[in-house]
């Protein structure tokens, strides 16, 4: 019989069992202090830091010259998947800064990008503001050109890892000019950065996702990533990467919570036997093993395409492809897993309750699935079914 697993090069199964372990041994173990306390100490968070570099797990999707560890999307692919078996999001530990930083001036990447990728610094990404999110064309944030640089003024909403990082990669119209879209690097520390609320969520994240308010904030033109009009260019890529790490995730997020629900289903006895001996019981395991097995058959095929071919729109398509079903497979995964446990999969304490709620979250960040089925849909308008059925 041969399993995924066999598929794989041997360098690829070391690299897989090594973020398996870093997982198992030292993320884990912090799933319920995170989830208690809704966050982890700077201290520990400190030592998973650490952690990361010692294991050379830092910005896999970095290059080596900037300090990353120059994985390819199959690798980062193999390593996501492992790091989406944690709950509270802990996974993003692992730091993997955002795409667009490789866009960056040499003067830049020793500033930021180098230090990003060697865990000194961190970096959130903000786009998303009150009334613009799948729609960012309607992004208000504008950056005027003054003496010695750009003033911004604006809002920022949703900005993960706001809490912790020490730059923010600000989406800003420069002059207002809405053909201007455009990324700076902004310090959280220079006058007129302010982090106005950090609202409650869903899950128990190991960071937050803060509001940012830019009031006047000046900073000088080297601050600008790329070009000015570049602000939409440059995320472009980003989304095949991004959203093949989140269906990695999601796959292995799957799996964890069908390992424990096989594993429940075959102690638990109820009416004299396994309950994994009630049909019912074993239908919904039997779902489960196909809903993942068919989602990690797209995503591995994928992720090797994306690895070995280049054609952007096609890679763009299918990352969004594999992001809407991914994402959707494991909601019903662990809703599945959650209703096997009977009252023990309600109870926060078991894994297979958080990966419910965390996972939700998959289903509207990096676009939401109803963008995913737009993109979807264009795409068969505009090329036919080729790109998904032959
Ligand atoms: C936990 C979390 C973390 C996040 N982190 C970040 C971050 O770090 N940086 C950042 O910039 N943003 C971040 N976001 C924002 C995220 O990307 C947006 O929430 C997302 O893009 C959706 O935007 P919205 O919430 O404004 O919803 P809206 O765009 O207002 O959508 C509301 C509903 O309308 C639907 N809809 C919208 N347009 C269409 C359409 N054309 N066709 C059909 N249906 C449509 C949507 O699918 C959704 O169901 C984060 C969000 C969350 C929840």
Request: aromatic share 10%; charged share 30%; proline share 3%.
């Amino acid at each position: 019989m041969s399993t995924f697993k066999d598929t794989l090069s041997r360098e690829h199964q070391e690299l897989q069992e090594k973020a398996r372990q870093f997982a198992e041994t030292i993320l884990m173990p912090y799933e319920l202090e995170c989830e208690e306390n809704d966050g982890l100490s700077p201290e520990v968070l400190q030592k998973l830091n650490q952690a990361v570099i010692d294991w050379e797990l830092n910005a896999i999707n970095h290059t080596k010259e900037d300090g990353g560890q120059g994985l390819t999307i199959f690798e980062q692919m193999l390593v996501n998947e492992e790091l989406g078996k944690v709950t509270n999001a802990i996974w993003d530990v692992v730091f993997q800064p955002a795409y667009p930083l490789r866009f960056a001036t040499q003067q830049q990447k020793e500033e930021y990008v180098i230090p990003t990728n060697q865990g000194k610094r961190r970096d959130a990404y903000a786009i998303t503001e009150e009334f613009a999110g799948s729609d960012p064309n309607r992004c208000t944030t504008i950056a005027e050109k003054c003496d010695g640089g750009y003033r911004i003024n604006g809002e920022k909403w949703f900005v993960t890892v706001g809490d912790v990082a020490d730059y923010i990669l600000v989406h800003a119209l420069v002059d207002g000019d809405p053909e201007k879209p455009t990324v700076f690097f902004v310090d959280k520390n220079l006058p007129g950065v302010k982090m106005t609320r950090v609202p409650k969520f869903t899950h128990h994240f190991v960071y937050e996702h803060p509001e940012f308010v830019f009031e006047d904030v000046v900073v000088d033109e080297t601050k600008i990533l790329g070009q000015i009009g570049e602000g939409f260019d440059l995320t472009k890529d980003w989304f095949v990467e991004a959203r093949l790490g989140i269906a990695a995730r999601c796959v292995g997020g799957a799996t964890r919570a069908l390992e424990t629900a096989n594993a429940f289903a075959s102690e638990r006895v109820q009416f004299g036997k396994s309950i994994r001996d009630h049909q019912a019981i074993e239908f919904m395991l039997a779902d489960m093993a196909l809903e993942i097995m068919a989602a990690k058959s797209m995503l591995y095929r994928l992720c090797w395409d994306v690895s070995n071919k280049s054609d952007r729109k096609i890679n763009h398509a299918r990352a969004s492809a594999a992001k809407l079903y991914c994402s959707e497979m494991v909601g019903r995964v662990c809703d599945k897993a959650v209703q096997i446990l009977g009252g023990r999969g309600y109870m926060r304490e078991n894994p297979v309750e958080r990966l419910w709620r965390d996972t939700r979250v998959d289903r509207i960040w990096e676009g939401t699935s109803e963008i995913q089925r737009v993109i979807t849909g264009n795409q068969i308008k505009k090329r036919g079914l080729d790109l998904y059925i032959y």
